[in-house]
């Protein structure tokens, strides 16, 4: 009989052969059933991989050069970019490992979303992380524990975004940062110079897609991805 092959050799296999096919693969190890499923032993690695294929996240996430992609076989021009707002998004974590979500002040219904805003002229996306946080929680007491490797593109609704902006955009291209929040609860104050939320709370990882609005549900199932390894094991 055959010895029976280590569990880790088909996990090891498999981090090799995802990492040399797509860096999305590397991502999608951090999933507990993904680790699950490669850990169990005799796995047909290349089955495996198939069925990683098959289920990972497309990211829309050009950078700002043409060059880069929104999605297979897309190529972005310049004059598509420009009908994009440029901003930051900001993935807040606390020490439970929980996210920061608030519900938006001016939709009708639960319009959950984490804190986001515009890049200024002559600021960069990491001074604008921290001012959108400021503006929006009351608060900047946190710490940047990693920047999103790409630019995320969303689009608005036709109606919202010719509410929000009069039509000038179809929706944001913007750089996601995971902040570690190091201060108490009771600095979080929602009542700022120009209020965008009426609530707030903290929730786990799984429950952030379920609370997301529908145009933003991709979005965010992209930004776990891209941020697995601060929520691994």
């Known amino acids: 009989m055959a010895p029976r092959r280590s569990a880790q050799q088909p996990l090891a296999k498999a981090r090799r052969k995802a990492k040399s096919a797509d860096p999305n693969f590397i991502m999608l190890l951090a999933d507990p059933e993904i680790r699950l499923l490669m850990q169990a032993d ?26 880069d992609r929104m999605g297979p076989g897309y190529r972005v021009q310049h004059t598509e970019l420009r009908k994009y707002r440029r901003g930051v998004g900001i993935m807040l974590i606390n020490t439970r490992s929980e996210i920061f979500i608030a519900r938006r002040n001016d939709v009708a219904g639960e319009a959950w979303q984490m804190p ?39 689009d608005l609704p036709e109606e919202l975004a010719n509410k929000a902006w009069s039509g000038r955009w179809k929706g944001q291209r913007q ?16 009542a700022t110079a120009h209020p965008e939320f009426d609530a707030w709370r903290w929730v786990p990882v799984h429950e952030l897609e379920t609370l997301a ?18 929520f691994r094991d």
């Open 42 to 67: 005799n796995v047909d690695e290349g089955a495996l991989l198939n069925m990683l294929k098959s289920v990972s996240v497309q990211l829309r996430s050009p950078s700002e050069e043409p060059k």
């Open 116 to 154: 986001q805003g515009g890049i200024d002229r002559g600021e960069t996306p990491r001074q604008a992380a921290y001012r959108e946080l400021k503006e929006e929680i009351g608060t900047g007491n946190a710490k940047i524990v990693a920047e999103s490797n790409h630019w995320f593109y969303y």
């Open 175 to 190: 750089k996601w940062f995971a902040m570690l929040f190091k201060g108490e609860d009771a600095e979080i104050n929602l």
């Open 213 to 230: 609005v529908p145009f933003k549900k991709q979005l965010y199932v992209s930004l776990l991805a891209e941020f697995a390894t601060i």
